[in-house]
């Protein structure tokens, strides 16, 4: 049983209005949490540490469309500001936010509306919950059996097929089961589950609510990314309307928990300890979460995007929605963002190749030079593999990987060394800081970078050694992923990195 | 004992259920080195130093995290293994004082000790971490440095899981993460009670002895010698770090966990109050009053008659119950055993207490 009072540390610090001298006694007061630890709590997220500062967005696609220089000229005006990593609006690159503004998002492209799509997000968003009805006339063993049937695997950048974390938890023999909704979406260049909260909340409440059901789960928690205020509004109220049209179980309880500002909270161990309010430092695997995860009881962590599938595969069957795929099943949601005409949103049948996604995006902008086919952590790869399949297995087979398909696309105006900086300065400052190979080595692979732009040919002759301990030694994603940008930019573009004399 | 075995490099062992494969590893005599452990704390696999490989396992596994099971086959000698051991140690390096004499300036430097028998992967370029110090913390006895902070949290783990004092805690994240109190306090203005143990379990010396440091010479050139702290009756033993040269204890030091009672803890006392040793008022010799009212220095003969002398002419005028004894909580059971053994047999009263008693 853990200290459920450590879970309000998070939230008590938000409503003190973040982070000052004297909030971390109070909430200590408060709570019974040292205060000590309150205080390595709260230095730990962006949104407590600084919860007023207008952030201005430096991942790939806003550095793309000349964040830098709206970074420079906002200094130059002396107007407060916070250089963060990816605001997950890459669609409206260059983005800001502000934490006390309505930051409204503009319409973003979708792909048109057709039933042959999982998710549908141009499709009319109902309460008709025939997912979750039939879920409830058939049971757990069929709910889980067109999972399986159905091939569908974790959209959160994992690619875990669904089906074994569902019969995982369902196995346990402990009745306390939880069922978390990771909305914790901040891969640089990924925007879709932002997309799916707000075009088919109704999808995402169903499919939680399936989820449940079929695992006996009598509360639900959703764990929306801090900086989508409105997104996790609309979960909400999607929520209640659902709960007042009647077609939910009023026996199951729901939370919504506001992340705080840290992108390693979408890892789905940091996001536990995140909600049972400690710093979101990964934890050790095994035990995994079907098996110890909220409170130490078998949880259910999917993604938003895993979870809308739930629906429509209930409804028009496992084999459907395995159908939809060309190389892998059903169909996925492809985030295209940086030099493409419409940036957007677009569902496309799985292993869809990437010069038919530019296409779907309107082509690129100017010549294609290279593309990052899943967010920072799956590196770049050159034009001349526009023909690759873009699913799990294809990219993982060279080398990269599908992730959390936020595809970004450059063009040959790019410095790759450059565009490896960006995702470099990404990592070093949403790495947790617990295991060594990752706190220092994102450290070791920025400076290298720089001081190679700075016209040090030799600055990269440690990268050889520093990469692989890097991806064998980190406890999760994030150190094993975080010099691959670096590695696939010298890979296969090995003459921008010759020597350093950039003209 | 269990019928399942396992092997580690070849040899096979019993399974023993809950234990790590450091500790299976240990009942071996197979060396695995560390930076992020300590038996008396929960591992957390941060230093990743410890990684082995494990058959049928993709990455490697931390043995002073993963549990063994029926069947696994350990290698814990390979060149994939000492790769890492040579590139988690250059990475440390490269975060932390590089210099050796430096980094041996006050404590021992566990990263150095480690590169002498594993060896590293070359010396990399520092990284400048911006990990922040404590500079306001004005405590007397507890300096935080933070350019050789690891970030391996044993301090803050220590202080949180067996001092259950939590005053220290890691803060910020990324290479921000550093060791903190709250709102940056000094230590004397949280919880802390100055055990020291930050420092007994700090691997490179950023927590360290404030009078040690200034004094200024390193623990490894002071000579330990082992004795028990006679603060309380607990016993703990502590080993005083002696400067042959200038016939001074420099600092105390807990003697390593799991080789003595208290084992590796001590408390404010046993580390910190030791100033009063070479203190310039302080009592090295018996001293009688004359008439005059005048102290001198005597011989402990004359001494001892004099306080012989006074206790029995108050039970000759007043009676034995007229007199009472009271000991010293720094006395040692068999001291205050021969101390009520005097108040009774010798001068006849029960009017005999021990100042830890209530």
């Not at chain 1, 409204?104 to 009319?124: M, R, W």
């Not at chain 1, 690759?388 to 595809?407: E, I, Y």
Request: net charge negative; aromatic share 6%; charged share 20%.
């Amino acid at each position: 049983m853990t200290d459920r009072r450590r879970e309000e540390v998070l939230i008590r610090i938000e409503h003190a209005g973040g982070l000052a001298t004297g909030v971390s006694n109070d909430v200590h007061a408060e709570t019974g949490v040292p205060e000590a630890d309150v205080y390595g709590v709260a230095t730990f997220y962006s949104l407590l540490k600084h919860p007023s500062e207008i952030r201005v967005c430096q991942g790939l696609s806003c550095h793309l469309a000349g964040s830098g220089e709206k970074i420079d000229a906002m200094s130059a005006t002396d107007t407060p500001f916070l250089a963060a990593a990816c605001l997950g609006r890459c669609d409206e690159a260059p983005a800001s936010w502000d934490p006390q503004g309505e930051n409204p998002l503009p319409e973003v492209h979708l792909t048109a509306a057709s039933d042959e799509l999982a998710i549908n997000l141009a499709g009319v968003d109902s309460l008709s919950y025939e997912g979750l009805a039939a879920a409830q006339d058939n049971g757990a063993d069929w709910v889980i059996g067109e999972l399986e049937e159905s091939g569908v695997t974790g959209r959160g950048g994992a690619g875990f097929p669904a089906h074994i974390k569902w019969r995982g938890v369902a196995n346990q023999p402990v009745t306390e089961r939880y069922v978390v909704l990771n909305a914790d979406e901040g891969e640089p260049g990924t925007f879709k589950d932002r997309e799916v909260i707000l075009k088919r909340p109704h999808l995402v409440v169903e499919g939680l609510a399936i989820a449940a059901q079929a695992l006996g789960a009598n509360d639900i928690y959703c764990y929306v990314r801090g900086e989508f205020g409105a997104v996790r509004d609309t979960l909400e109220a999607a929520m209640e309307d659902a709960t007042t049209a009647g077609a939910l179980d009023t026996a199951t309880t729901w939370h919504f928990v506001d992340g705080h500002g840290a992108y390693i909270c979408g890892e789905e161990t940091a996001l536990l300890e995140s909600l049972e309010g400690r710093r979101g430092m990964p934890r050790m695997k095994p035990p995994f979460p079907v098996e110890a995860g909220f409170r130490g009881a078998p949880t259910l962590i999917q993604n938003v995007e895993t979870i809308a599938t739930i629906p429509s595969i209930l409804t028009r069957g496992g084999a459907w929605f395995r159908d939809l795929g060309r190389t892998e099943p059903g169909t996925k949601l492809y985030c295209v963002s940086g030099h493409v005409q419409r940036p957007g949103v677009y569902e496309a049948p799985m292993g869809i190749s990437m010069a038919e996604l530019i296409d779907m995006a309107g082509g690129v902008v100017g010549t294609l030079k290279a593309f990052s086919p899943g967010g920072a952590s799956s590196g770049f790869l050159p034009a001349s593999m526009i023909n690759v399949a873009l699913d799990f297995g294809s990219l993982q087979k060279v080398g990269s990987m599908l992730g959390s398909a936020g595809v970004v696309v450059l063009n040959d105006t790019v410095d790759m060394a450059e565009a490896a900086l960006v995702q470099a300065v990404f990592f070093e400052d949403e790495s947790c800081g617990q295991c060594a190979p990752c706190r220092i080595g994102t450290q070791l692979v920025r400076q290298a970078i720089e001081r190679f732009r700075r016209g040090d040919s030799d600055a990269l002759e440690h990268i050889a050694e520093i990469a692989p301990g890097m991806e064998q030694g980190s406890i999760c994603g994030l150190g094993q992923a975080a010099s691959l940008p670096l590695l696939s930019a010298m890979k296969y573009f090995p003459n921008e990195f010759e020597s350093s004399v950039h003209t | 004992m269990s019928e399942q075995t396992l092997t580690i490099n070849g040899v096979s062992i019993d399974h023993r259920p809950g234990e790590t494969i450091l500790e299976a590893a240990r009942r071996l005599d197979i060396d695995i080195p560390t930076l992020c452990h300590d038996d008396r704390i929960e591992p957390v696999a941060a230093c990743r130093i410890c990684l082995v490989e494990v058959e049928g396992s993709r990455l490697m596994q931390p043995s002073c995290h993963s549990k063994t099971q029926p069947d696994m086959v350990i290698t814990t000698e390979s060149q994939r293994v000492s790769r890492n051991r040579q590139f988690s140690l250059s990475l440390h390096m490269a975060d932390t004082v590089s210099d050796r004499t430096i980094a041996e300036d006050a404590n021992p430097n566990r990263l150095f000790e480690l590169a002498d028998i594993h060896g590293t992967a070359g010396l990399w370029p520092h990284v400048d971490s911006p990990r922040q110090g404590r500079p306001m913390d004005v405590n007397r006895f507890i300096h935080f440095r933070e350019d050789r902070c690891i970030g391996c949290a044993l301090c803050t783990r220590y202080c949180d899981e067996i001092e259950g004092v939590t005053a220290i805690t890691l803060a910020h994240r990324g290479a921000l993460t550093t060791i903190s109190t709250a709102d940056e306090l000094s230590l004397t203005d949280t919880t802390c009670e100055l055990c020291g143990g930050c420092i007994a379990v700090c691997p490179t010396g950023a927590m360290t002895e404030k009078a040690a440091l200034a004094y200024g010479k390193p623990e490894k050139e002071l000579e330990k010698i082992r004795t028990t702290c006679n603060f309380c009756g607990v016993g703990c033993q502590l080993d005083l770090n002696v400067d042959r040269d200038a016939n001074r204890i420099v600092k105390v030091t807990p003697p390593p966990p799991g080789t003595t009672v208290n084992d590796g803890n001590l408390c404010v006392k046993g580390r910190f109050a030791n100033d009063f040793i070479h203190h310039k008022d302080r009592l090295t010799e018996p001293l009688v009053r004359d008439a005059d009212g005048v102290l001198r220095p005597t011989s402990w003969d004359e001494a001892l008659d004099r306080v012989v002398e006074g206790l029995q002419g108050v039970v000759t005028r007043h009676g034995p119950h007229s007199l009472g004894f009271v000991s010293s909580s720094r006395c040692t059971g068999e001291e205050n055993y021969l101390f009520q053994k005097m108040s009774r047999a010798a001068f006849g009263t029960h009017n005999v207490h021990q100042c830890a008693a209530t």
